[in-house]
């Protein structure tokens, strides 16, 4: 039973372009998003988050939104740099439980 | 480096042997989270504990697996008589809070010959 789902298992995108990468829920108890960002051979370090009280967050480059109503959130990367170039993973939580529940992740490519 | 400290970064296993893996929170943290990372899948949530406490161990095989933090040193995530599908990514993560950003180690990752 998939609660987050991220469907597009990679990106590739042009240096200087936009990064469009989408999360899809199912669990309408979440109330807090987030977003990881994993390199290879290292473990995830935090990005970008949202409460389901806002609708969107901005942070530099990285800019969230969330669609509460169709159960999406997507992760804006603007102008998108070849180092942005890992995998992304959404994770989404309940208030009250401790446990982040992760999609599968979107490997992003940023080509120079 | 004050961040998450997780060893062995690498360990090898034949079936039915016992893996051992330890992870030091970030200075400060006292709630720690265990993660599974299957090959082509997520993160999967497996445990939760406090220290001398397991809040939330839902995620763990009920059979083989155990972990502990205990009041003095590392928590430790124990696999008993090691299977080939135990072979994954396991990252530790600890937070100063119940809820919000974890924070993350490198991981370790097993392999069961």
């Known amino acids: ?112 | 480096n004050a961040g998450v400290m997780q060893n062995p970064r690498h360990l090898v296993r034949r079936r039915g042997q016992e893996a051992r893996l330890r992870c030091s929170p970030m200075k400060g943290h006292s709630h720690v989270y265990w993660y599974r990372q299957l090959p082509e899948e997520g993160l999967k949530f497996m445990v939760y504990l406090q220290k001398e406490n397991i809040i939330d161990e839902s995620g763990m095989p009920k059979e083989r697996f155990s972990a502990e933090f205990p009041k003095e040193g590392p928590s430790i995530l124990r696999i008993q008589q090691v299977v080939r599908g135990d072979s994954a990514a396991y990252f530790c993560a600890s937070s100063p809070l119940m809820t919000g950003e974890l924070f993350f180690g490198e991981g370790s990752r097993l392999t069961v010959l």
């Open chain 1, 1 to 112: 039973d998939q609660q987050v789902k991220q469907n597009s298992p990679s990106l590739s995108v042009q240096e200087g372009r936009i990064s469009i990468l989408n999360c899809d829920y199912t669990n309408s108890m979440f109330d807090y998003f987030l977003w990881y960002k994993k390199y290879p051979a290292e473990g995830p370090t935090f990005l970008i988050s949202i409460s389901s009280i806002k609708d969107k967050n901005e942070d530099g480059r990285f800019t969230v939104f969330l669609n509460k109503s169709a159960k999406h959130l997507s992760l804006h990367i603007v102008p998108s740099q070849p180092g942005d170039s890992a995998v992304y993973f959404c994770a989404a939580e309940r208030g009250g439980s401790e446990k982040l529940v992760f999609g599968k992740g979107t490997k992003l490519t940023v080509n120079p």
